[in-house]
């Protein structure tokens, strides 16, 4: 028997990152390019909130141990030894003197309370590994959402620079033409601005790259100037058309949400405890024994014992037993409370989720479109221009909507792969297996 665990509780919490590879959670220098796998598991090692979930199974679990004690006999040993003097008229002595006892308490009956109470702990417990379910979960959906928007905003910054390139080449048309006289001063002036306008976008693109690398770094537990790289992703990956039933998802999101499963423990936890509030005013039956022994330095030594029940009736107590009863029994239905609203957001959360994706497949669709037809309005208006058949307004509106579709097919692309694991994350099934899957699809 392991003395220090002798209920073996700590065996209960398990440790959210078991499975994963021990580089990750060494912390270790990144000399490869991430991959989406190697991302959720750095999140899971490194970030402080799985640590903080676990470390709070554990200590619920530790509480089941504390439960249990009482149905096992307290033993206790005490010790004495004296010096001793008396005086007055004609008395004058001292001695010494030592005494030893051993004593043992055994609660035999209480009516239920002990039992209550290791209930209330052991749905406590249930709870909070539900609860680190949870948090996993949470981080799981993070490490996915910044690892594809850290994906767009590179994608965003190339399609900047791209489209500043464009500008460029506007500004030298416009430029040629009007030193050739067959352009005007507001033609130059106008491919001018567009080409400023190209280079603040470019520079705010830059900007939101660096938000996004020091946003993914902190989740996955670095300082934001932590310098990686993260492996390159298909620009079409092959999308999936998503045709489940919404109410068959919302029924499965009731049985596997693991936050679900939280709220319902802490039900159970307050009907427990309204249980030993009950028992706490009602008699209890102990069996009680010790032995001792005293030592008299003029005297005999004695020794001596006893062995009984002990019978303990609550008569008055301040009416203490029975605020404790109306405190657990709010507490029940305040847990009740959570636990059914909880449960509408459920289906909230996997009605909107699948919306999203549904919207998220059909903005893939469209946007290809609308990025083809761009690109050659934009090829077509630059064309007529050099041609001198054009204007300079009809090549900047062009290039304009070919940036504007650009950036609305990355975000599309990327905004896909983030609604799909939302979808997941509201069902309560974002594991390993689904980074997998993902991870196929590109």
Known sequence: MDWSDPFEVGTLATSPTGSIHSSACAGRDIHTPLTLAEVVDRTLCQNP?????????????AQIGVAR???????SVNGAAARNWNSGPG????????????????????????????????????????TQDSVVQNLFLAAIQGYYQLHATQAALASTQEAERAAQKSLEAATARYKAGVA???????????????????????????NAHGTLANLM??????????QAVAASPAYDQFQNNVSELIAEARRRRPDLVAAEAQVKAARAN?????????????????????????GDSTHGGAIGLNVTIP????????????????????????RDQLNLQVALDVWTAYQNLQTATQSVESSADLVSSATQNADVALGRYKAGVGNIIDVITAQSALASARAQQIQATFNWDIARAGLAYAIGQLDDSHVVAMEDLK
């Open 69 to 75: 004690a009482p149905f096992l006999p307290n033993v």
């Open 91 to 130: 008395i004058d002595g001292s001695y010494n003197s030592q005494s030893a006892s051993i004593s043992m308490a055994y609660l035999l009956y209480d009516f239920g309370g002990r039992d209550a109470v290791l209930e209330n702990a052991r749905q406590l417990f249930a709870a909070a590994s539900a």
């Open 315 to 338: 008569l008055f107590t301040g009416f203490a037993t029975t605020y404790k009863i109306r405190s657990a029994q709010g507490l029940a239905e305040a847990q009740q409370a959570v």
């Open 49 to 61: 909130k799985s640590q903080e979930a676990w470390a709070n199974a554990r200590f619920q679990a």
């Open 184 to 210: 005007t001063p507001a033609d130059k002036l106008q491919a001018q601005t567009a080409y400023s306008q190209s280079v603040l976008n470019r520079i705010r693109a830059s900007g939101d790259l660096k």
């Open 221 to 230: 537990g670095m300082d934001a100037d932590r310098e990686f790289v993260l």
């Open 274 to 298: 309204i249980l030993a509030a009950e028992a706490s005013g009602k008699p209890s039956v102990s069996l009680t024994t010790n032995l001792g022994y005293q030592d008299l330095q003029f």
